[in-house]
Nanobody, 125 residues
Framework: VQLQASGGGLVQPGGSLRLSCAASGRTNNNYYMGWFRQTPGKEREFVGVIRWSSGHIYYADSVKGRFTISRDNARSTVYLQMNLLKPEDTAVYYC???????????????????WGQGTLVTVSS
């Protein structure tokens, strides 16, 4: 699966941004697609994913209530709507996909075998 992410930029605290991730290539229903983020000197961290077959969505506690993942089946695209952004949300955001993983491992970076290029989100006044 090839992933193409877009939508990063500069936004003021409290503002909103929407990221997109379009998938191409062979996929199956039993895969997860979503987002991780990384700041310099830190490990890549889980943001949220959607299980394509069921539509179930899982979020990191740090973004619950502020970020929303949605999908467009026809376009094989996942979106990350980010509201109430905080300076600590500043990071490079990566789109990722994985198939055949178990629910307990969805937050683990090493479980994902497809990655898009990162897109920088900067939250600053």
């Amino acid at each position: 699966v090839q992933l193409q992410a877009s939508g990063g930029g500069l936004v003021q605290p409290g503002g909103s941004l929407r990221l997109s991730c379009a998938a191409s290539g062979r996929t199956n229903n039993n895969y997860y697609m979503g987002w991780f983020r990384q700041t310099p000197g830190k490990e890549r961290e889980f943001v949220g994913v959607i299980r394509w077959s069921s539509g179930h969505i899982y979020y990191a506690d740090s973004v619950k209530g502020r970020f929303t993942i949605s999908r467009d089946n026809a376009r094989s695209t996942v979106y990350l709507q980010m509201n109430l952004l905080k300076p600590e949300d500043t990071a490079v955001y990566y789109c990722a996909a994985a198939s055949g993983i178990i629910l307990s491992s969805i937050r683990m970076v090493q479980q994902y075998d497809s990655w898009g290029q990162g897109t920088l989100v900067t939250v600053s006044s």
